[in-house]
RNA sequence: GCGCGCUUAGCUCAGUGGUAGAGCACAUCCUUCACACGGAUGGGGUCGCAGGUUCGAACCCUGCAGCGCGCACCA
């Protein structure tokens, strides 16, 4: 039994609980085990990634389930790993060997380039992990995996190769959403729409067939003017049916062009007629394609103008030629006007630049096993908390696009498609190749290369990151073809806890990527967590500088502080707002307990056993009553996921009931003067309330927990507290009631004694005298814990005190007590506060008179509601007179 | 434009039909032998607005307003 510093020193002792359940091997799931397994996948961090508070509550919340599950007695799986981030971790290397050698990945060439990218990951990619075991998380490190495993690309190679063989993966040209500084095309869902303040340029086009007569159009890109090869109108469109049909003249470089009629154009919109680029724009593309248009690329991948007839935008930056273009129009005499214009402009996730639309050879998929999915959520099979994430889900799954899954990158799975070297346009590289060459074997798909290797060259591109993502739940329990004792074991999981923000990048991928490659749903349930927001509401973000650093948290506070004080003001279904005080009210809380130890042991070390519980004190009994209480609430609260109530509920039952209450009723019998029978029987309670208590707080405060058990001695040493199986019987085996309305009445009572002193300003005065008439039949065995807590020399029982007029006086649950004034008081103070105090009460009095002299109310309302009305008028009709009568005795 | 959510004390939020709550902050008192990362007491709210249902509404219904977030091909 060690020395109890006067604080709570958390540094080192989270340090030494961690390491000491590896040494246990405290976290390791054995497939093996005769018990039901509950299992949980980690939502892989980025492998370069550091943690953020995002992370910690998401992580503490997977940790308390796991950590919960374990004391139900299951075998728990907590699966962790990261994820190679293509983009992200690309992105980092290329910045730091252009800054540190200034070189681009293609100087290096694409072997070397991985290799630097493998170093990379190979120093940083252990950051994020460290830090999840600083938070105590109980992962199953034997398992970690990686998504660019050698096991894990299998799976990834071979999901490919099955979905192209069912015709779900195809090849094609197509306009997708283009990042000009990562170089890459990205899916739909990497694109960030953001309203932007812009112009929405007015000009006009002359008809080719009647100089001097113009059609007026507008655009927010005049830049890719280049490109138009038509002017659309709506045929609906009075205005417009007289050119349908006819040409216009676009003016750089000259070329005639036609005016078509589609239904998409907006009749209200800007002049009602709209210029077609179909090489840079998603409508304008489809509408092209409907009229067999030619398609006119102006923009290179980096988005710089390509359009050597216009020597002067050629080469220019896009934004740079928008302004340029204008300007030209204007000199032509063909601008007529610029408005300030708020439109959507689609941002790249990563590079934080307007995407821009691009024709480009990709490689799509069209989501498989879409109606299952859609429906195991609908139907319940997964169930969403907060439930209305469903609706999202739903619309989401409604409205499916095909996911362009290829990416111009170098770090990530690389497609597994191998181009024949004969077929292949030595010029214009593998897009050449159309889908329908397959046919003649012109492309292998497959794991691996074709056996006639040299004469193939494979696909450059790698895959989307999520593509790799969505395979999660089952790639990380099994080899590909293997069916591992650990996925028979804990697939499906159980939950799964992660941001909304990721429901369709991966949430919804891994339902249908279940379905399609196990036949099971991956998880039964998804808990979406809040996402963390200053206290201004903002978002979290590197570049506000408002996102603290969770290592710097948890060394000023400790982890099970920081995990805590989160925890407790998460809420069910809505953002959080972070504020650091909250953790430090998680630190103060931790010190709480601690200190609660601590006493114990100031009274002895040695560990009591429980007596006969039946012939307790009452305030032993309720106290344990309430854990009981706390207990089962707990067990429910569980089930519905309210994971910051169970921390709201495990602060208040220890702050104000244990501590509050309890500790305080019994403290005389662990004073040097008490009896040893008190004392032990005091310590025996401290010691069963308080053993079953670190053990129902473990999951939240893992570490503190473990080291008070220990010093306690509530745990032997080898043994963990979060190993034990929660005790099924409760402490106080019979109806707790009748004490616990004694110990209700004490607490009460002495929180009323309490009042009145502080109202009379003897709050700090210990040496009054309370006197107690009409006392309840029990009171007199209980005086001495009243006067304790109610800060009193003495409570004298006197059924025939006659109180001098004006005398303070309260009515208790236990009688009437009044408080004799030897001091002096102010009077004429007095005097003013009980004229407010009677004021106050007439309003009460009116208000219950008001409601029992209504006739429906008597009549409608229940008759215990009507009977407690009558209760509670009776209670202040009586404190009326009570005050009259002192106000009366002071004039 | 469609959808979702939020609006309760100075701040952050509980509270799904029966006397408005917690923590922090604030004020006063207490360095009493677990804890000042503590204890005691107190002030502070027409529960966003307007209607409706009900004996009774913070809570249920309708409308409105403000804020936030998704989704959407108005150039």
Redesign the pocket.
Known sequence: MSEFA???EPQAVEAKWYAAWIDGKCFEADPSSAKDAYSIVIPPPNVTGILHLGHVLNNALQDILARRARQEGKEVLWLPGTDHAGIATQAKVERELRENEGKTRRDLGRAEFLKRVWDFKNKHGDIIIQQLKRLGCSCDWSRERFTMDESYTKWVSHVFVELFKQGLIYRGKRIVNWCPVSLTALS??EVI?TPQRSKLYFMKYELADAPGEFLEI????PETLMGDVAVAVNPKDPRFSKYIGRMVKRPFPHADIPVIADD???I????????ITPAH???DFEIGMRHGLEIIDVLTPDAHIHCPDCPDLHGLDRFVARKKAAAKLEEMGLLIKVEEYE??VGFSERAHVPIEPRISMQWFLKYPCVQEAADAVANGDIKFRPE?WA??YA??ME?LQDWCISRQLWWGHQIPVWYHKEKLDPLKNAESLEMADFEKGDIHVGLDAPADGENWVRDEDVMDTWFSSWLWPFATMSDLGENSATLKKFYPTDDLVTGPDII?FWVARMIMAGFQFTGELPFKNVFFTSIIRD?Q?RKMSKSLGNSPDPIDLMEKYGADGLRFGLLR?A???????F?E?SVE?G??F???LY??C??RQ?AGTDLVELGDVKTFPPYHIDIMAKLDALSADLTESYAEYRFG?IAQRLYEFL?NEF??KF??AVKLDLRESATSEARALTLGTFDAVMSRYLQLMSPYMPHITEELSLRMGYMKEGEFLMQQVLPSEPLVPFDPSAAQARAAAIYESA?RL??LK??YNL??R?DVRFIVKGAINWLSEETKVLALLAGAAEIVLDSSYEAQKGTPAALTPVGEVYLPMEGLIDVEAERIRISKEIEKIGI?VRKCEGKLG?A??VD???PE?VE?EKA?LEEWKSKHVQLSEMLAALA
């Open positions: 006067k604080a709570y739909d869902e729409m507008s655009t927010t890109r998409h154009v907006d209200e919109f800007g002049t009602g007629a709209l210029k724009d998603k409508a439109n959507n209305r609706k999202t619309h989401w409205n369709f206290l509401g003001i809420p069910v279904g809505s953002d959080l707002r504020d005080v009210e630190r103060n931790a010190n709480k200190n609660a601590r006493f100031m109530e702050w501590c509050d500790l305080e929180g309490r009042n502080a109202e709050g700090s210990k009460e209504n429906s109310f409608r309302a229940p509601v407690q509670r």
